[in-house]
């Protein structure tokens, strides 16, 4: 069973990918980077022109390719470079959340977040949270392309019956 | 249903004998007798296939795409459910209403064709139709009969709410079997007036982050994804659970995101009018903030 990618084994690390807009973000987390506020690995930064830029799919697409959580982060609302892309952002993952949830992603595994750019401390809080959730949590199992745990417990299941 | 039934024929007949239409988009009987499917008629005579039955249920508007090129004259037959396609295909700028004629049909709810395919005896309205709270034409060039009485009158979620009341694992367990049921027929999206995108996302081959396996996570990618893409503009007529060949539960996945919608940013059905924006097209300052 040690090459099951979701076994939560004693040195789990948690991939967890964050979208980070250009022009708050990015630079927050950079500011996070040269003020040497330690922050977990586990982070995967991509930098997105606008929160608003993040497709909802490209957060279920992470989940099915093994990420175990997904950070979108953005300007607060009112302060987006191209003035109203986070208020979009916002309508679209306060249904997104809940969706995925719906769907059996655990809460706290995807996450939206307003980040600006004089708020190096601030991001280097939320990925330490996030990755703490994270690691309480284990894997990630639901979505996954290359996981089928649930279908062997549904085999399991079928025989029992 | 049947002096309904007559009245239509008759007003088709009229409208292609003085040619202010060309084509009338009706319903005519198929093989067995829960089948009922979509017709052209284009001349006098054949009015005689049009019906108006309990299995009706299919939405027409959506034929009407294939029609805004053409320099036919198109009546069409149109229940609620149809008429809020309409609105929504108007809105979403895909036809322009003045080139069609609409002709009203108030709509008694119909049967459940899945259920009597199986064999059941008292076969029950569609789950859709058990719910409409529109079943009279919200748009029409002229309404035939007399408008009924709606059969519901607040949404009913509660079998969205009994997936909600889930643990986690519990729920993508149940997603994960219903999807993996899925065979990718793309039968919902086709049918779907909300669903009119030129060029849908899962027809490209190399969009490179949707993909065509068939497996239980590509599968819930598509289901999600649609839901999605629907949410706010889904007209609840059911017609994704109706063609289903796989009995996948989709509208549970669309009335979750209208339940959410409404909660979030106030009550809106979808295609009831033509002016307003889709929630998720617009946005308000004063949303509810949950990320800080």
């Known amino acids: 069973m040690s090459n099951n990618p979701v076994e939560k084994t004693e040195n789990f690390e948690p991939k967890i990918l964050v979208f980070a807009c250009n022009w708050c973000t990015y630079a927050g987390a950079d500011l996070a980077g040269v003020s040497r506020l330690q922050y977990p690995p586990n982070v995967r930064v991509l930098r997105v022109p606008c929160s608003c830029r993040v497709n909802p799919q490209f957060v279920v697409r992470a989940f099915q390719r093994g990420i175990d959580g997904v950070l979108v982060a953005g300007c607060h609302p009112g302060d987006c470079h191209y003035t109203t892309g986070n208020y979009y952002t916002r309508r679209r993952f306060l249904l997104m959340t809940r969706m995925l949830e719906y769907v059996g992603i655990d809460s706290g595994r995807f996450q939206t977040r307003w980040i600006s750019g004089s708020e190096g401390p601030k991001f280097q809080e939320v990925v330490t949270e996030m990755t703490e959730i994270i690691r309480q949590l284990g894997p990630n199992q639901k979505l996954r392309d290359d996981v089928t745990i649930e279908m062997q417990d549904f085999e399991e299941e079928a025989v029992n019956e | ?292």
């Open chain 2, 1 to 292: 249903m049947l002096e309904m039934q007559q009245e239509m024929r008759k007003v088709a007949k009229e409208l292609l004998e003085s040619g202010e239409a060309t084509v009338v988009i009706g319903w005519e009987k198929g093989a067995l007798p829960y089948q009922t499917s979509p017709v052209l008629i284009r001349s006098a005579e054949e009015t005689e296939k049009l019906v108006w039955d309990e299995y009706c249920q299919q939405n027409l508007s959506n034929y009407l795409i294939d029609f805004v090129y053409s320099d036919e004259k198109v009546a069409i037959f149109a229940k609620g459910c149809d008429t809020r396609a309409f609105n929504r295909l108007v809105q979403d700028k895909r036809i322009k209403a003045e080139q069609f004629t609409v002709i009203g049909v108030p709509c008694p709810g119909m049967k459940d064709r899945k259920q009597a395919a199986k064999g059941v005896a008292d076969v029950p309205l569609a789950k859709a139709c058990q719910e409409c709270r529109y079943p009279n034409p919200v748009y029409a060039n002229r309404t035939l009969g007399q408008p009924v009485t709606p059969r519901a009158t607040a949404p009913d979620y509660s079998d969205v709410e009994a997936i909600e009341a889930m643990s986690a694992d519990e729920k993508a367990k149940f997603w994960q079997e219903q999807y993996s049921k899925c065979i990718r027929c793309y039968a919902c999206r086709n049918v779907c007036p909300a669903c009119n995108c030129t060029n849908c996302i899962f027809d490209q081959s190399k969009s490179g982050w949707q993909s065509k396996d068939i497996n239980a996570s590509e599968n819930q990618f598509y289901g999600i994804t649609r839901a999605f893409h629907v949410a706010g503009r889904c007209i609840e007529c059911g017609q994704c659970d109706m063609v289903c060949p796989s009995d996948v539960p989709i509208m549970l996945m669309n009335k979750k995101a209208k339940k959410d919608l409404d909660q979030l940013f106030g009550q809106y059905d979808a295609g009831l009018e033509t002016e307003s924006l889709i929630p998720l097209g617009r946005y308000d300052v004063n949303d509810p903030e949950e990320f800080m």
